[in-house]
């Protein structure tokens, strides 16, 4: 990689012995992946930090990296943690996990990294710092990735943990893969046939992501306009089954005119036509369904935002859950900020737990006491069965509404 002055003196310590070993980090993966030069970043958004998946070594990692002063140099953020950082004991953690877990944190907040702990930094523009069309960032997390590309139409590619804290402290990130334009060309045509409902975006992106991996999908046809649900939803579900980093959606996402170029490159190399009984067709073979009913349902994967907390609310409709019953849902502080007062006060009062700051895929849920668990979300049905070894079913969230509230 061609560095400039000022980035080779980083790298031989002149801005301290945490800032050269993160420029190590970010010129190996660079010359690695054929990178020219380094770009300067908006933001990064740091993922890897819960205790349950990261481990020990990410704790051992974070202890030299402050000690070594490790500051971040750009507004940066983090992913969800293992454990609501307030209330875990009424989560079922232990104490163990919760000590971990919090140093994690505690070292974070130390580097000037912003600790919301949200998966969804892309609309917490209140606290975090906002991205624009054409910046180019360094986020890990990988709705948070598509999203960013795909509906906001900044630039990252799929950073993991360590290379987004490396961005963070540098400000930098090699320059390849979605920060360029060739590398962001839609290379895979889905037209979409029918009404879809918010489950179908999530099928939709199993779909496409279980038999096409790693591809730019550009999807047209949809009738109507999605909302932020179903984009979100569309994208976790690719990243997670297909390792997909962007789709473009005609009329929605601000890139979809880069299609006319991919075809008369002759880029496109396959074309899907799908609609919701082939996506209905599909959900068995995608995600199985258990034997049994669950009683326990997990909302909010990716993160709940406002928009997820008004659909909830107005499924409720004054219920209150049934006797065994229960519905969790993950957020975070910063969305519950966002917020009146009077839609929280009658979820919870309808009994639904509410916990900030983690998720359902890095929280021990099998600690927690749970063993089957209904989800609407395409990424979560994905990957609870692999993370915790729990069963899972795919429903929407209505149909869990009217399942537990009487
Ligand atoms: Fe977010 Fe956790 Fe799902 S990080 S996207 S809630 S797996």
Same mark, same amino acid.
């Given at each position: 990689m061609? /560095?400039?002055?000022?980035?080779e003196?980083?790298l031989?310590?002149?801005?301290?012995?945490?800032?050269?070993?993160?420029?190590? +980090?970010?010129?190996?993966?660079?010359d690695?992946?054929?990178?020219?030069?380094?770009?300067?970043?908006g933001s990064?958004?740091v993922?890897?930090?819960s205790?349950?998946t990261?481990?020990?070594a990410? @704790?051992?990692?974070?202890?030299? &990296?402050t000690r070594?002063?490790? #500051?971040?140099?750009?507004?940066?953020s983090?992913?969800?943690?293992?454990?609501? @950082?307030?209330?875990?004991? =009424?989560?079922?953690?232990?104490? &163990?996990?919760?000590?971990?877990?919090?140093?994690?944190?505690?070292? &974070?907040? !130390?580097?000037?990294?912003?600790?919301?702990?949200?998966c969804?930094?892309?609309?917490?523009?209140?606290t +975090?710092? %906002?991205?624009?069309?054409?910046?180019?960032?360094?986020?890990?997390?990988?709705?948070?990735?598509?999203?960013a590309?795909?509906?906001?139409?900044?630039?990252?590619?799929?950073?993991?943990?360590?290379?987004? @804290?490396?961005?963070a402290?540098?400000?930098l990130?090699?320059?390849?893969?979605?920060h360029?334009?060739?590398g962001?060309?839609?290379?895979?045509?889905?037209e979409? $046939?029918g009404?879809?409902?918010?489950?179908? &975006?999530? /099928?939709l992106?199993?779909?496409?992501?279980k038999?096409?991996?790693?591809?730019?999908?550009?999807?047209?046809?949809i009738k109507?306009?999605?909302?932020i649900?179903? /984009?979100?939803h569309?994208?976790?579900?690719?990243?997670?089954?297909?390792?997909?980093?962007?789709?473009?959606?005609?009329? +929605?996402?601000?890139?979809? $005119?880069?299609?006319?170029?991919? $075809?008369?490159e002759g880029?496109?190399?396959?074309?899907l036509?799908?609609?919701?009984?082939?996506?209905?067709?599909? !959900?068995?073979?995608?995600?199985?369904? %258990? !034997?049994?009913?669950?009683?326990?349902y997990?909302?909010?994967c990716? !993160?709940?935002?406002p928009?997820?907390?008004g659909?909830?609310h107005?499924a409720?409709k004054?219920r209150?859950l #049934?006797?065994?019953?229960?519905i969790?849902?993950?957020?975070?502080?910063? +969305? =519950?900020?966002?917020l009146?007062?009077?839609?929280?006060?009658?979820?919870?009062?309808a009994?639904?737990?509410?916990?900030?700051?983690?998720?359902?895929?890095?929280?021990p849920?099998?600690?927690?006491g749970?063993?089957?668990?209904?989800?609407?979300?395409?990424?979560?049905?994905?990957?609870?069965?692999?993370?915790?070894?729990?069963?899972?079913?795919?429903?929407?969230?209505e149909?869990?509404?009217?399942?537990?509230?009487?």
């Amino acid at each position: 990689m061609e /560095l400039t002055r000022e980035e080779e003196l980083a790298l031989e310590g002149e801005e301290g012995e945490a800032a050269a070993l993160a420029m190590k +980090v970010l010129v190996n993966l660079g010359d690695l992946e054929g990178a020219g030069r380094m770009l300067p970043i908006g933001s990064a958004h740091v993922s890897g930090v819960s205790y349950l998946t990261a481990g020990g070594a990410l @704790l051992k990692l974070l202890e030299e &990296f402050t000690r070594k002063g490790a #500051k971040a140099k750009v507004p940066s953020s983090l992913n969800p943690a293992g454990m609501d @950082l307030a209330c875990w004991e =009424r989560m079922g953690i232990g104490p &163990f996990f919760a000590s971990k877990q919090s140093r994690i944190i505690e070292l &974070f907040s !130390q580097m000037g990294i912003d600790t919301t702990c949200s998966c969804i930094p892309y609309e917490l523009s209140g606290t +975090v710092h %906002p991205i624009r069309l054409g910046e180019h960032v360094a986020w890990g997390e990988s709705n948070a990735v598509i999203y960013a590309n795909s509906v906001v139409g900044a630039r990252t590619n799929r950073e993991g943990g360590i290379s987004s @804290l490396a961005s963070a402290i540098t400000g930098l990130t090699p320059e390849y893969g979605l920060h360029l334009d060739g590398g962001r060309l839609p290379t895979f045509e889905v037209e979409v $046939r029918g009404n879809l409902s918010h489950l179908h &975006f999530d /099928l939709l992106g199993a779909y496409i992501g279980k038999n096409w991996n790693s591809v730019i999908a550009h999807l047209s046809g949809i009738k109507g306009r999605p909302d932020i649900i179903d /984009l979100k939803h569309l994208g976790a579900s690719l990243a997670a089954k297909g390792g997909h980093a962007m789709f473009h959606m005609e009329g +929605v996402t601000p890139e979809h $005119r880069m299609m006319e170029r991919s $075809r008369k490159e002759g880029i496109v190399r396959e074309r899907l036509v799908i609609g919701p009984s082939e996506l209905e067709a599909a !959900q068995e073979d995608l995600y199985p369904a %258990p !034997q049994k009913e669950p009683d326990i349902y997990v909302l909010g994967c990716p !993160q709940f935002g406002p928009a997820e907390f008004g659909r909830l609310h107005g499924a409720i409709k004054g219920r209150k859950l #049934k006797e065994g019953k229960r519905i969790i849902v993950f957020t975070s502080k910063a +969305v =519950r900020s966002m917020l009146g007062s009077g839609v929280l006060n009658d979820i919870v009062g309808a009994g639904v737990e509410i916990y900030d700051d983690t998720c359902m895929v890095v929280t021990p849920l099998r600690d927690m006491g749970i063993g089957l668990v209904g989800t609407d979300s395409g990424k979560a049905a994905h990957y609870i069965p692999k993370m915790s070894k729990v069963e899972t079913e795919l429903l929407p969230m209505e149909l869990m509404v009217e399942r537990s509230m009487g």
